[in-house]
């Protein structure tokens, strides 16, 4: 376990260090700015949307490694994406961050997303994980603004 544990941070580290679709997206069709007063993280997300399919999301802002490392590979998984699946896969991680029980989950099959599940035992933090994700939604409700609580 201490071994998948040590690729999960690597894996959030490399996100932080080299994220993946950062900057302001031209255009855009939506976007949403996240707050996380407990960290100060603070994110802009921007999606380009054609139809119900996720062109193109992108994200600036400034936080911690994993706020940043969420946003990166939030931006790589929701991707291509259409319609409910887009709101499934998000309801999907907000729940594997936030569920009160383990995740059950195969990490082979969650890829990158397994790494964000490690955040779990540091609750204080889990906040700085869904921030992308509650942005994202935001965004997509056009809505202007989301702070965690
Ligand atoms: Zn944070």
Redesign the pocket.
Known sequence: MDDLNDLYQEIILSHNKRPRNEGELDPHSNEAEGY?P????KLKIYVQQEGDKIEAVQFTGE?????RASASIMTESIKGLEGKAVYEKIAEVVELLTAKEEPTADPFELGELAALIGVRKFPP?V??AT?AWHTLLAALREKESVTTE
Do not use: Y
């Open positions: 996380n407990l960290c100060g993280d936080g911690c490694a994993i706020s933090r906040k700085c921030l």
